[in-house]
């Protein structure tokens, strides 16, 4: 059986073809409102197979959020299911937004979901949330390397609670010290690795300060926050510098605002793709 190809490499022959964006397939309730969808399993996977029929070409990467499709049960899990499987129809990757992170077999247990294979949920790469420390994320790192898929763990987040644990210990801070394995597991890459980081649009120069390298991680950069949080691409390359290249810039509800029009959704996706682009 021929090896698989890298998720690295996979993802940056995306970026190139289609752009550094992420669209982040969100549907919150009062987004399925706002396009004359009900607020059930149905309609979640209406609104998601109208985002994967949009983005084709647009996006490199979509990220649907797990637990918009999980509050509705088997009924939302079968929608996820086809979600991602009409975006891998579509030529779209899949980034899998669940923060999975555990121990042991448990762990074990998630990465088969979200990385193997034979899994019906298995997406292009899952966000894992490193917090039990990073060695006990293992299991998903592994067997992302074995099937050819990423993952992205938490680094620097923008949420206000973030710093209270990540920026603890200052130059020797938790963040860095996550950072720094990461940059470990990416070393043979030639380019980007397989192990990617969520780091937050509007972090601003908190790399710096806590002596951060991103770019030496040669992590793919899922940056949360472009749009309606704020943050622009011009933003995003003044904050990430010499990491830009790494960065995929990663909005959801700008331009899911713009649906149910499949002709809208996509307009606004190449739009915010282009600012990206053109902020290099």
């Given at each position: 059986m021929p090896k698989p190809?890298?998720?690295?490499?996979?993802?940056?022959?995306?970026?190139?073809?289609?752009?550094?964006?992420?669209v982040g397939i969100d549907p919150h309730p009062a987004l399925l409102e706002a396009w004359g969808l009900?607020?059930?399993?149905?309609?979640?996977?209406?609104?998601?197979?109208?985002?994967?029929?949009?983005?084709?070409?647009?996006?490199?990467?979509?990220?649907?959020?797990?637990?918009?499709?999980?509050?509705?049960?088997?009924?939302?899990?079968?929608?996820l299911e086809e979600t991602l499987s009409a975006a891998k129809s579509a030529g779209l990757l899949t980034l899998a937004d669940a923060k999975r992170g555990d121990i042991g077999s448990t762990m074990a247990a998630y990465a088969t979901a979200w990385l193997d294979d034979a899994s019906?949920?298995?997406?292009?790469?899952?966000t894992l949330s490193p917090y039990l420390g990073y060695e006990s994320l293992r299991p998903a790192l592994d067997l992302a390397a074995q099937t050819g898929r990423g993952v992205f763990v938490l680094g620097l987040t923008s949420n206000p609670e973030g710093p209270s644990?990540?920026?603890?210990?200052?130059?020797?801070?938790?963040?860095?010290?996550?950072?720094?394995?990461?940059?470990?597991?990416?070393?043979?890459?030639?380019?980007?690795?397989?192990?990617?980081?969520?780091?937050?649009?509007?972090?601003?120069?908190?790399?710096?300060?806590?002596?951060?390298?991103?770019?030496?991680s040669k992590a793919p950069l899922l940056t949360p926050g472009l749009g309606a949080q704020g943050a622009t691409a011009a933003d995003i390359a003044k904050s990430f510098a010499s990491s830009y290249g790494q960065v995929l810039g990663t909005s959801s509800r700008d331009i899911l605002k713009e649906g149910p029009s499949t002709a809208a959704l996509r307009e606004k996706a190449l739009r915010v793709r282009d600012e990206l682009l053109a902020a290099r």
């Open positions: 190809i890298p998720f690295g490499e996979r993802l940056r022959s995306a970026m190139q073809a289609s752009g550094p964006l992420c009900e607020d059930t399993a149905e309609g979640v996977r209406s609104f998601s197979l109208t985002v994967v029929e949009a983005m084709a070409g647009a996006a490199a990467i979509l990220k649907p959020q797990v637990a918009l499709y999980e509050r509705f049960g088997s009924k939302g899990f079968a929608a019906p949920l298995a997406a292009d790469a899952v644990v990540q920026h603890v210990g200052g130059g020797n801070s938790v963040a860095k010290s996550i950072i720094d394995q990461v940059t470990a597991d990416n070393a043979a890459a030639e380019d980007l690795g397989h192990v990617g980081l969520v780091v937050g649009a509007t972090i601003g120069d908190a790399p710096a300060k806590l002596g951060i390298d991103l770019a030496a």
